[in-house]
């Protein structure tokens, strides 16, 4: 079988690009795979052929025009393939695929669908792209022969923009990760260099932008002990307004931020952690939960979007509001309840285990491909 993976990009210290690496590899160990993106910035498996869109190797604007200049180019090439996995493709990709399907109308598409922030949650000046792009995104599933998706909040989220017959075809699997990498990981370094000795440690993993509620992380500090402290992990254009607002709190000494950190340095930070929080407006599935839960640590969330449904019984669900989320916090401190939920977490982790996680999609794709039901 000759499958074209179509992605926007793969970049390095992203756990979605891994997965995508992962997926590849299994892929490519059973059939012709070739990986097409605007650019690629991390190591893929070397049975892969490797495709840009464009000449620019990158994806913003100017490439994502020049792209348009392809469109009927790329749709030739890709009417030549048996299947094509659209993994979050920009719109003129999504358009070249569309007509390599009219074309050949026995090319499979299947959608591999991480789930798109809300247009209400962007900020202003990408409202408009936004809006295309999932517009685009939408319309392209109702002409696919199969939706995966990471969790049964994403597959509610889409059905009513796509046919009845088709929603019976979305299929929810989970996003898989490296166990191994998380285990066995000695915090020392970490917990010495932000000195976290004897702290009871809140790690937040992820972008720092409006939609990420950060802030009303760090405006929950001054409410507690002064053991608490919590740790940002990532960047984004809110950091500068992050950096002020803990400074008018005065807890500029308890909230760190220690910006981006490598692939090999984060499994170091969650070891060195009590437990995960996020106070995140929208998670199609939110992967630094699992990250935290191969750490052996449980994860505070809000009781929004998937992240209930990814946490289970392996973490704390608060109703959103900063009372019921410190009162979630301050329980961290009783052993029998951390004991307890760590547990569970070392249980529910195995669904996520990128050796199981691969097997079961090669499974789905082949039996997608043999037009089983």
């Known amino acids: 079988m000759k499958i074209a993976f179509l992605a926007t990009r793969l970049i390095e210290y992203d756990a979605i690009s891994n997965y995508s690496v992962d997926m590849l590899k299994k892929l490519s160990d059973h059939h012709r795979v070739d990986l097409y993106t605007f650019v690629t910035q991390t190591e893929i498996p070397p049975e ?13 604007i100017k490439a994502v025009l020049l792209s348009t200049t392809k469109i009927n180019q790329l749709a030739r090439k890709l009417g030549e393939y048996d299947l094509l996995i659209l993994y979050g493709p920009d719109v003129p990709v999504l358009v070249s695929a569309y007509i390599a399907k009219y074309s050949n109308p026995d090319l499979k598409l299947i959608w591999d669908f991480q789930g798109i922030t809300p247009i209400r949650y962007v900020y202003l000046k990408d409202k408009l792209l936004t809006f295309i792009r999932r517009f685009a995104s939408l319309q392209s599933m109702k002409y696919s022969d199969l939706i995966l998706v990471r969790s049964e909040f994403i597959k509610k989220e889409i059905e009513p923009y796509v046919n009845a017959r088709k929603s019976q075809k979305i299929l929810v699997t989970p996003l898989g990760i490296s166990l191994d990498r998380f285990k066995n990981i000695d915090a020392t370094e970490i917990r010495k260099k932000h000195g976290l000795h004897d702290r009871i440690v809140l790690l937040y993993v992820g972008r720092l932008v409006p939609s990420k509620c950060v802030d009303f992380l760090i405006k929950a500090i001054p409410l507690l002990s002064e053991d608490f402290v919590l740790v940002l992990v990532g960047g984004g254009t809110e950091r500068e307004n992050l950096e002020s607002l803990a400074a008018s709190l005065n807890v500029s000494d308890r909230v760190i931020f220690a910006g981006k950190v490598s692939n090999e340095d984060l499994p170091k930070y969650y070891a060195s952690s009590t437990a995960f929080v996020t106070a995140s407006l929208h998670e199609g599935f939110c992967v630094p939960i699992v990250e935290s839960f191969a750490s052996g640590k449980p994860a505070v969330v809000p009781n929004r979007a998937s992240m209930p449904e990814v946490v289970a019984d392996g973490g704390l669900i608060y109703n959103g509001s900063m009372e019921d989320f410190l009162n979630k916090l301050r329980s961290l401190k009783d052993p029998k309840i951390l004991e307890t939920i760590n547990g569970r977490v070392n249980q529910i ?11 079961e999609y090669l499974k789905i794709i082949e039996k997608a491909m043999d037009g089983s039901k």
């Not at 892969?48 to 913003?60: A, G, P, S």
């Open 48 to 60: 892969v052929h490797q495709y840009n869109y464009t000449r620019i190797k990158e994806h913003n």
């Open 349 to 359: 982790i195995k669904k996520y285990d990128i050796t199981k996680v691969s097997e």
